[in-house]
């Protein structure tokens, strides 16, 4: 079935470091969703692109959305503390209604 | 506005019992999604709603599992005879369009069921 991978599972940094998570799907995605989650926390959604070479910004984050629209990847410049949690992302799955399939995530460490 | 709230937070269940797990979905939302997170994994879809109607139930790990959202508003994740491969967070989100998978969803803070 489609399925959504992502690496690195774990990303350790000092902060001030860059930090990128990839995520590749089996098939090609109509738009492709990023979701973080705080320890302890649920998933909050970031962004959404949909247009393929897409890249979208917000503060510190850059988004992309690949050619072929079956990856992304979410770079975080100058980390902070704040960054810390679990990074998904998470594509529609094309044989139902619409619920996403999500990536195992990142889970992004920063040491202050 | 208030966003997804689910109840109860915690659930300490012993194997055997019944849970009933209740979401309140951001009102007016027609669609709401329950997904199930084990400890280090990413969610997984169990099963959505548009409004009253159950259109996708493919995620639901076995019979145990039944959920209802009867007046398409508030909606109810009940495992019947709870195993300990049960114990994760169930998250609801809803969505205030219909399903077709480009639209944002908001997730409530999740369940989490611990089966003893």
């Known amino acids: 079935g489609q399925q959504v991978m992502q690496i690195p599972q774990y990303q350790h940094v000092q902060e001030g470091e860059d930090f990128t998570t990839y995520c590749n799907s089996s098939?090609?995605?109509?738009?492709i969703q990023w979701y973080k989650q705080r320890p302890g926390g649920h998933p909050v959604f970031l962004i959404q692109?949909?247009?393929?070479?897409e890249v979208k910004k917000q503060k510190r984050l850059t988004f992309q959305f690949g050619e072929a629209k079956k990856n992304s990847s979410l770079h975080i410049t100058a980390t902070q503390t704040t960054d810390v949690g679990t990074y998904f992302c998470?594509?529609?799955?094309?044989?139902?209604?619409?619920?996403?399939?999500f990536g195992k995530g990142t889970k992004l460490s920063v040491k202050p | 506005g208030a966003g997804v709230s689910q109840s109860p937070r915690y659930k300490v269940a012993k194997r055997g019992q019944d849970v009933a797990l209740r979401c309140d979905p951001i009102?007016?939302?027609?669609?709401l999604f329950w997904y199930q997170q084990a400890l280090g994994q990413g969610p997984e879809f169990l099963t959505y709603?548009?409004?009253?109607?159950?259109?996708?139930k493919s995620g639901l790990p076995s019979d145990r599992f039944f959920a209802e959202r009867p007046e398409g508003s508030v909606s109810t994740l009940k495992i019947q005879r709870t195993q300990q491969e049960d114990s994760a967070v169930y998250l609801c989100?809803?969505?205030?369009?219909?399903?077709?998978?480009?639209?944002?969803?908001?997730f409530g803070p999740g369940t989490r069921l611990l089966v003893l």
């Open positions: 989100a809803s969505s205030s369009e219909v399903a077709g998978g480009g639209e944002t969803q908001y």
């Open positions: 098939t090609t995605l109509s738009n």
């Open positions: 692109l949909v247009k393929s070479g």
């Open positions: 998470a594509g529609p799955d094309g044989g139902s209604q619409g619920n996403l399939i």
């Open positions: 009102s007016g939302h027609v669609s």
């Open positions: 709603f548009q409004n009253e109607a159950q259109l996708d």
